[in-house]
């Protein structure tokens, strides 16, 4: 059975850094990506990489998040610098088992098939 484990979320003040990561068992996964969501918003995404690192971004993390993953031990990792206070959310870990068939699905959380229980990033101000 797949399972996946995030862990590294926290409580930080606003421009600190965490890093969080994701360990997937059972199998390799054409794609792992990182979504979050605040209470009483919908969950959105944050990152996502392919096993050919190539890597996508949320416009609202550009250049403070980087995503990244080691497939020889299936784990995925997001590395999140100069936090803000509206990055504030649980973090949920999401693969993708096989390529998007929409160029759009990899910013779809109904387009991943296993998630992680999630793990929660408070950045206070």
């Known amino acids: 059975q797949v399972q996946l484990v995030e862990s590294g979320g926290g409580l930080v003040q606003a421009g600190d850094s965490l890093r969080l990561s994701c360990a997937a068992s059972?199998?390799?996964?054409?794609?792992m990506g990182w979504f979050r969501q605040a209470p009483g918003k919908e969950r959105e995404f944050v990152a996502a990489i392919t096993r050919y690192e190539t890597k996508y971004y949320a416009d609202s993390v550009k250049g403070r998040f980087t995503i990244s993953r080691d497939n020889a031990k299936n784990m995925v990792y997001m590395q999140m610098n100069s936090l803000k206070p509206e990055d504030t959310a649980s973090y949920y870990c999401?693969?993708?088992?096989?390529?998007?068939?929409?160029?759009?699905?990899?910013?779809?959380?109904?387009?991943?098939?296993?998630w992680g229980q999630g793990t929660q990033v408070t950045v206070s101000s």
């Open positions: 999401a693969a993708k088992i096989d390529p998007w068939m929409v160029a759009v699905g990899k910013f779809d959380p109904r387009s991943y098939d296993y």
């Open positions: 059972a199998r390799t996964f054409y794609a």
